[in-house]
C-alpha cells in the first residue's frame, strides 16, 4: 500500500517562507496527478495546488504567485516552496496523490 510522507512544516513569521516535501513509499503504481491541500480550524479542506504527470499546473488563487509546486523526475515526490506566507496561510497542510491518498498532514504556522 502506497503511504505518503510530509515534511518541511513549522512556525515562520509573515513574509517568510517553508518547502514542504511529500514523499510516496509502498507499492510501485503510477500517480498520475499529485497536490496539496490545506484546512485551516474551522474551514473545509481546499485545493491549494495540483501537477500532473504531464506537466500541467494548477493553483488556487490565493496563492498564486507565492507558492511553486514540483515533482522530483521519478514523479514519487511533490513538493511545495511556499513564499511571501501570510498569517492566512496558517493551516494543517495535506499532500494528496492520485486524488485518493492523503498523507497525515502537516501544521504550517504564520506569525504576523
Known amino acids: 500500500q502506497v503511504q505518503l510522507m510530509e515534511s518541511g512544516g513549522g512556525l515562520v513569521q509573515a513574509g517568510g517562507s517553508l518547502r514542504l516535501s511529500c514523499a510516496a513509499s509502498g507499492n510501485d503504481f503510477s500517480i498520475n496527478v499529485m497536490a496539496w491541500y490545506r484546512q485551516a480550524p474551522g474551514k473545509q479542506r481546499e485545493l491549494v495546488a495540483y501537477?500532473?504527470?504531464?506537466?500541467?499546473?494548477n493553483y488556487a488563487n490565493f496563492v498564486k504567485g507565492r507558492f511553486t509546486i514540483s515533482r522530483d523526475s521519478a514523479k514519487t515526490a511533490v513538493y511545495l516552496q511556499m513564499n511571501n506566507l501570510l498569517p492566512e496561510d496558517t493551516a494543517v497542510y495535506y499532500c494528496?496523490?492520485?486524488?485518493?491518498?492523503w498523507g497525515k498532514g502537516i501544521q504550517v504556522t504564520v506569525s504576523s
Open positions: 494528496n496523490a492520485g486524488t485518493v491518498l
Open positions: 501537477i500532473t504527470n504531464g506537466g500541467t499546473i
